[in-house]
């Protein structure tokens, strides 16, 4: 911060001077000192320096280091073991290791996940944020539904656990509901779906809402009078309309979905057996519990670049239908 | 409100109740009986402080979790809108060798997932001998790369005029960025650092990896903990610690809910 106080006087003074040479030539020539020029390009950047330190120890070296450590044997407490190349990474395309056969069932566990919760998490915030857009007291609504967002992973999951507990639990209970919520399958991943749509739906509606609000208002009016009925102005307007935010919604979704850690790690602990054990909790066990970090990290950066090749096939089928 | 309206109140007003009564009967458990925790719907019939006494007499260091989350955060929060006002100014309006490249990098990091960078950053603090410190329960959230486009979004819309004005006036870049920057961002600076509050202070995967004592939990993960460990059984108490633990952010929600909001908005437009 000093240097780019301190230096600024030299930039200003260079203006200043440049200013009066200005006066006294009829061709301003804009000629400033190579040393004032550097100057005033290292006090503008050092205003970046800050971030970029915090940028290069905490996002930069990770990846670097991430990397590098990935091809080797690597355990977090003697440190760096021999150097193995690809192999952290080729196991997980071989479904006959152990490291490939967790990948393939935390992948495949995931992408149910993903497939199952998405759809929920874009269509029925798309129906809510419109009905709060058509309806009185928006912002009152607007704030209940985004309430549960702002909760901790820890206390939606233990409220959701006490709920959903076939003994004792509120559903059964109150309403003398006693399913295996947590124990058995298919209703696992429906427990875990429902809670996590009910956390982050929320996050969407705003979102979505906000978007609402910036169609104009004379596209409603218009269809209005030419009397569309308002499942036909949801469907002819607000979708085609909000294409980009719920493409946009759908990203995010699609990668927190794949992020799923917690839910299942609280909820159903991974089971009934590994059904519910997502990637990141394979990734987890394999890194903190197995303390293989090499092929842990290979698994994480895997994991990453799918996410990435499904982000960038979404945003370019979003942007070609339109 | 024309009686037109009214099926879309219903259904709303549905859609409220199931957001609200899972955290109201979550209240209402937190202060019944363990006994009586599952009957008599969600007011608790005889209202008992039995279950919050408990866990503020037991060995559940639940007050030092709450704490070490609230300074966490806010510390967390204060640096990234601090170093991240900064960056963007800069890369916004002051021009220098290099801005573009620095800037196309930051938010290409946007892309990394979070799962990529954990171990790595675990070894890093590891080797740094700083795992289970505030310190590394602080520091990885400082590269916070959406706080630099959300207020480069921002900065880029101040007319450069202001800036020329302040030059000829004599001031400082620093003196621009605090006294002119600075104070026409404050809705857009607090925006950010409630996120990252909110973030920071619900992360549950990094501190669950980079902090081992009991001492240095943050309230999410020592809560979780707890819960799989010695509370299963006894929901009234464990409601009643859910509940200490989410106080901060139902407070937040209540006096912020606005610019949290509007925050959650920007970045619906911004990515």
Redesign the interface.
């Known amino acids: 911060?000093h240097s780019?106080?301190t230096q600024?006087?030299g930039?200003?003074m260079a203006?200043y001077n440049s200013g009066l040479a200005t006066l006294h030539q009829p061709i301003p020539t804009r000629k400033r000192s190579f040393k004032v020029a550097v100057l005033?390009?290292?006090?503008?950047?050092?205003?970046?320096v800050?971030?970029?330190v915090?940028?290069i120890?905490?996002?930069?070296?990770?990846?670097i280091?991430?990397l590098y450590?990935s091809l080797h044997d690597?355990n977090?407490v003697t440190?760096a073991g021999q150097f193995t190349g690809l192999s952290n990474y080729l196991q997980l395309f071989n479904s006959s290791t152990l490291a490939g056969h967790d990948f393939l069932i935390g992948l495949r566990n995931v992408v149910l996940f993903t497939v199952i919760s998405v759809p929920f998490l874009v269509g029925i915030p798309t129906v809510?944020s419109y009905?709060?857009y058509?309806?009185?007291w928006k912002?009152l609504?607007?704030?209940?539904?985004?309430?549960?967002s702002?909760?901790?992973?820890?206390?939606?999951?233990?409220?959701?656990s006490?709920?959903l507990a076939t003994q004792?639990?509120?559903l059964s209970?109150?309403f003398g509901i006693q399913l295996p919520w947590l124990t058995q399958q298919p209703f696992a991943w429906i427990s875990i779906d429902a809670t996590t749509e009910?956390w982050s739906m929320?996050?969407n509606i705003?979102?979505?809402?906000?978007?609402l609000t910036q169609i104009p208002t004379s596209l409603f009016e218009a269809s209005r009078i030419d009397g569309a009925s308002p499942l036909r102005i949801y469907f002819s307007i607000v979708i085609p309309q909000l294409r980009n935010?719920i493409s946009?919604?759908t990203?995010?979704g699609t990668?927190a979905s794949?992020?799923l850690?917690?839910q299942s790690y609280?909820m159903t602990s991974g089971g009934p057996g590994s059904s519910t054990e997502p990637l990141?909790m394979f990734?987890?066990n394999q890194?903190?519990n197995e303390m293989k970090?090499g092929s842990?990290?290979a698994m994480?950066?895997l994991?990453?670049i799918i996410?990435?090749i499904i982000?960038f096939i979404q945003y370019r089928v979003a942007r070609d239908r339109g | 409100m024309s009686i037109k309206k009214l099926p879309v109140v219903i259904v709303l007003v549905i859609g409220s109740i199931i957001m609200i009564f899972p955290i109201l009967s979550l209240l209402g458990a937190s202060f019944k009986t363990h006994t009586l925790v599952f009957t008599g719907g969600i007011i608790p019939q005889h209202p008992t402080l039995k279950n919050y006494a408990t866990i503020f007499s037991s060995n559940i260091p639940l007050l030092r979790w709450i704490l070490n989350s609230i300074s966490v955060s806010i510390i967390a929060s204060l640096i990234v809108v601090v170093i991240d006002s900064l960056a963007a100014y800069s890369l916004a309006k002051l021009k220098f060798a290099g801005r573009n490249v620095i800037f196309y990098v930051i938010v290409s990091s946007l892309m990394i997932p979070p799962i990529a960078t954990l171990i790595p950053m675990y070894l890093e603090f590891s080797s740094a001998n700083l795992l289970n410190t505030y310190w590394v329960l602080v520091l990885p959230y400082s590269a916070n790369a959406f706080g630099i486009f959300l207020l480069y979004q921002f900065y880029l819309g101040i007319p450069d005029e202001l800036v020329d004005a302040a030059k000829v006036d004599g001031s400082s870049k620093f003196r621009t960025w605090i006294s002119i920057f600075v104070p026409l961002s404050t809705a857009s600076l607090a925006t950010l650092g409630l996120l990252t509050f909110m973030n920071v202070y619900n992360d549950f995967f990094w501190p669950l990896v980079s902090t081992n004592s009991n001492g240095m939990r943050t309230v999410t993960v020592g809560v979780a903990l707890t819960a799989i460990g010695q509370y299963t059984t006894n929901y009234a108490e464990l409601m009643a610690l859910t509940f200490c633990s989410i106080i901060p952010m139902l407070l937040a929600f209540i006096f912020a809910q606005r610019k949290l909001t509007q925050g959650i908005s920007t970045t619906g437009f911004n990515l």
Do not use: K, Q
């Open positions: 911060m780019g106080c600024h006087w930039d200003n203006e005033d390009n290292l006090g503008s950047f050092s205003f970046t800050p971030y970029l915090a940028f120890l905490f996002a930069a070296i990770p990846v280091f991430g450590v690597w977090p440190g809510v009905l709060i058509c309806g009185p912002g609504f607007r704030a209940i539904f985004f309430f549960p702002v909760l901790s992973v820890t206390a939606i999951t233990t409220v959701w006490w709920i004792g639990g509120l209970s109150l009910w929320g996050f705003v979102i979505l809402y906000a978007g935010i946009v919604v990203v995010l990668i794949f992020n850690f917690a609280l990141t990734i987890y890194a903190f970090m842990a990290t994480a950066f994991m990453g996410i990435m982000s």
